[in-house]
C-alpha cells in the first residue's frame, strides 16, 4: 500500500532563549574554518552536533568518534532544555531575508516516494557523504536538517498557509543570519494541509546527500520504522530564489595560465575584462573565468540536445572541466571545488592567488529548469543550484525516537 505523503510528526522547537545560540548559519555559505570556529567558540551551536571530517583544521577526528561527539552535543542541548517538545502535527516555516519571502510545509515524508515519482531528484550524490549522513542518523538519532523540496505554487494552498500565518507564530528568530518563523499546525488543519498536498510532485531542491543517506539507513531497518520516513520542508516554486554553485579547480592540468586560454579560445569566445570582481558576474551564455591574477569572459554559446545538456553548467563540465582541466567525475575529484554564491566571488579569487588554481563564475540555474530536468529523469552535475535562503539547521528538531 502507497504511503501518504506529508505525515505528521511530533517536533521539538528550540526556545526562544536558545535560539541564538543553537541555531546555525548555513552549512554550503561557510568555510570549514569558519564552521570550526563557530563550533569552537559556542558548545552550545547545532554545528557541534552535526561536524564532519574536515572542519577541524587540526584534530582530525575519526568518524565514529565525530558521531559520538555529536550525539553528545544533542544530549547537551536536551540536558539545558534548548528544545521544547511539540504536539504532533505539521509546522510552518518562513524564511525572510531582505525584500525576499518565502514559506514552507514542515513534515515527514516516506522514502518509498523517491521511488514511485512522487519526489523527484536532479542531481546525483557521493555515496560515502550519503554514508556518512546515513550513520549520522543511525548514532546521533535526530534530524534537524530537512530536505529541501519545491512543489508548484497553487491558489487554493497559498490561500490556506496566509489563513495560518495569521496566527501569533510559535517562534520568532534572527538567528543563523537570517529571519525566521515558525508556527504549530494543529491536527485539523494538518488533516486539510495534508489533502491538499496529497496528489502533487514534490521535487528536491537542497539535500539530495540527506534524502540519499535516509534511503541508505532505511534499507538497514525494518519496513515502518522512523527510518522510513524523513523530514522535509517544502516550498512553492514561485517564491524561491536560486543562487549558483560555482567552480574552481586547484590545478591548470599541467598547463600554463597561456596555455589554458589558448585551449578555452578555441572552445568559445574569450573576452578579456579589464574591470575587477564587479565585472565577473556573467549572463545567461557565459561564464567568466579568473585565473593568473586576470578575469576573462567565455562565451559558449547555447548547446542543442536534450533539456540536461543544454544547462550552462553541463556545457562548462562538457567543454571546459573534463576535455581541458581533467575533471571526469566531479562528485569524486578532489581537485574540484563547488563554492556557494554566498561565500563570495573574493574568497575565490583568494584561494586561485594561493595554489594558482581557475575559478569559474557561472550563472544560476532556474527552477523551471531544474523541474524540467527532473522530469525528464536527468541528473545535473553536481552542486548546479544553491538555494537561498536555506533552511537553518537547530531551529526544530525530529527525534527518531519519536517516530
Given at each position: 500500500?502507497?504511503?501518504?505523503?506529508?505525515?505528521?510528526?511530533?517536533?521539538?522547537?528550540?526556545?526562544?532563549?536558545?535560539?541564538?545560540?543553537?541555531?546555525?548559519?548555513?552549512?554550503?555559505?561557510?568555510?570549514?574554518?569558519?564552521?570550526?570556529?563557530?563550533?569552537?567558540?559556542?558548545?552550545?551551536?547545532?554545528?557541534?552536533?552535526?561536524?564532519?571530517?574536515?572542519?577541524?583544521?587540526?584534530?582530525?577526528?575519526?568518524?565514529?568518534?565525530?558521531?559520538?561527539?555529536?550525539?553528545?552535543?544533542?544530549?547537551?542541548?536536551?540536558?539545558?532544555?534548548?528544545?521544547?517538545?511539540?504536539?504532533?502535527?505539521?509546522?510552518?516555516?518562513?524564511?525572510?531575508?531582505?525584500?525576499?519571502?518565502?514559506?514552507?510545509?514542515?513534515?515527514?515524508?516516506?522514502?518509498?516516494?523517491?521511488?514511485?515519482?512522487?519526489?523527484?531528484?536532479?542531481?546525483?550524490?557521493?555515496?560515502?557523504?550519503?554514508?556518512?549522513?546515513?550513520?549520522?542518523?543511525?548514532?546521533?538519532?535526530?534530524?534537524?536538517?530537512?530536505?529541501?523540496?519545491?512543489?508548484?505554487?497553487?491558489?487554493?494552498?497559498?490561500?490556506?498557509?496566509?489563513?495560518?500565518?495569521?496566527?501569533?507564530?510559535?517562534?520568532?528568530?534572527?538567528?543563523?543570519?537570517?529571519?525566521?518563523?515558525?508556527?504549530?499546525?494543529?491536527?485539523?488543519?494538518?488533516?486539510?494541509?495534508?489533502?491538499?498536498?496529497?496528489?502533487?510532485?514534490?521535487?528536491?531542491?537542497?539535500?539530495?546527500?540527506r534524502f540519499a543517506a535516509a534511503a541508505v539507513a532505511a534499507g538497514r531497518h525494518e519496513a515502518g520504522s522512523p527510518y522510513h520516513r524523513v523530514l522535509v520542508v517544502s516550498f512553492p516554486t514561485?517564491?524561491?530564489?536560486?543562487?549558483?554553485?560555482?567552480?574552481?579547480?586547484?590545478?591548470?592540468?599541467?598547463?600554463?595560465?597561456?596555455?589554458?586560454?589558448?585551449?578555452?579560445?578555441?572552445?568559445?569566445?574569450?573576452?578579456?575584462?579589464?574591470?575587477?570582481?564587479?565585472?565577473?558576474?556573467?549572463?545567461?551564455?557565459?561564464?567568466?573565468?579568473?585565473?593568473?591574477?586576470?578575469?576573462?569572459?567565455?562565451?559558449?554559446?547555447?548547446?542543442?540536445?536534450?533539456?540536461?545538456?543544454?544547462?550552462?553548467?553541463?556545457?562548462?563540465?562538457?567543454?571546459?572541466?573534463?576535455?581541458?582541466?581533467?575533471?571526469?567525475?566531479?562528485?569524486?575529484?578532489?581537485?574540484?571545488?563547488?563554492?556557494?554564491?554566498?561565500?563570495?566571488?573574493?574568497?575565490?579569487?583568494?584561494?586561485?592567488?594561493a595554489d594558482g588554481g581557475i575559478a569559474f563564475i557561472v550563472p544560476a540555474t532556474t527552477i523551471d529548469e531544474i523541474m524540467t530536468v527532473a522530469d525528464s529523469n536527468g541528473l545535473m552535475p553536481?552542486?548546479?543550484?544553491?538555494?537561498?535562503?536555506?533552511?537553518?539547521?537547530?531551529?526544530?528538531?525530529?527525534?527518531?525516537?519519536?517516530?
Amino acid at each position: 500500500m502507497t504511503e501518504p505523503l506529508f505525515q505528521d510528526f511530533s517536533p521539538r522547537i528550540v526556545t526562544s532563549d536558545w535560539a541564538d545560540r543553537v541555531i546555525t548559519g548555513a552549512y554550503d555559505a561557510m568555510t570549514p574554518a569558519d564552521r570550526h570556529r563557530v563550533a569552537e567558540d559556542n558548545p552550545y551551536s547545532y554545528l557541534n552536533v552535526t561536524r564532519s571530517p574536515g572542519d577541524d583544521p587540526v584534530d582530525q577526528h575519526q568518524i565514529e568518534d565525530l558521531l559520538a561527539l555529536g550525539k553528545q552535543s544533542l544530549q547537551q542541548l536536551f540536558d539545558v532544555e534548548a528544545f521544547a517538545d511539540g504536539e504532533e502535527g505539521l509546522l510552518l516555516y518562513r524564511l525572510t531575508l531582505g525584500s525576499h519571502s518565502q514559506t514552507g510545509i514542515v513534515g515527514l515524508m516516506p522514502i518509498e516516494a523517491a521511488h514511485d515519482g512522487r519526489i523527484r531528484k536532479h542531481e546525483d550524490v557521493r555515496p560515502a557523504r550519503a554514508e556518512l549522513l546515513a550513520r549520522h542518523l543511525e548514532v546521533v538519532g535526530a534530524a534537524s536538517s530537512p530536505v529541501a523540496l519545491a512543489h508548484r505554487t497553487d491558489p487554493q494552498l497559498e490561500d490556506k498557509i496566509q489563513s495560518l500565518t495569521d496566527a501569533p507564530p510559535t517562534l520568532q528568530t534572527s538567528a543563523g543570519g537570517v529571519d525566521q518563523t515558525v508556527w504549530k499546525v494543529g491536527p485539523t488543519e494538518s488533516a486539510t494541509l495534508r489533502d491538499l498536498l496529497q496528489n502533487r510532485t514534490f521535487y528536491i531542491t537542497d539535500g539530495h546527500h540527506r534524502f540519499a543517506a535516509a534511503a541508505v539507513a532505511a534499507g538497514r531497518h525494518e519496513a515502518g520504522s522512523p527510518y522510513h520516513r524523513v523530514l522535509v520542508v517544502s516550498f512553492p516554486t514561485e517564491s524561491m530564489r536560486v543562487l549558483p554553485f560555482h567552480r574552481r579547480v586547484s590545478h591548470l592540468n599541467g598547463m600554463t595560465p597561456a596555455q589554458v586560454l589558448e585551449r578555452l579560445r578555441q572552445v568559445g569566445q574569450l573576452t578579456p575584462l579589464a574591470a575587477g570582481i564587479d565585472s565577473a558576474r556573467p549572463s545567461s551564455s557565459a561564464v567568466s573565468v579568473y585565473v593568473d591574477g586576470g578575469w576573462h569572459r567565455l562565451d559558449l554559446g547555447e548547446s542543442d540536445g536534450p533539456p540536461l545538456a543544454r544547462l550552462g553548467v553541463s556545457v562548462l563540465q562538457n567543454t571546459v572541466l573534463e576535455p581541458i582541466l581533467g575533471i571526469t567525475e566531479p562528485n569524486a575529484d578532489p581537485t574540484i571545488e563547488f563554492v556557494a554564491d554566498p561565500v563570495g566571488i573574493e574568497e575565490l579569487v583568494r584561494r586561485c592567488d594561493a595554489d594558482g588554481g581557475i575559478a569559474f563564475i557561472v550563472p544560476a540555474t532556474t527552477i523551471d529548469e531544474i523541474m524540467t530536468v527532473a522530469d525528464s529523469n536527468g541528473l545535473m552535475p553536481p552542486k548546479s543550484s544553491y538555494f537561498d535562503p536555506k533552511p537553518r539547521s537547530g531551529i526544530f528538531l525530529r527525534v527518531l525516537e519519536d517516530g
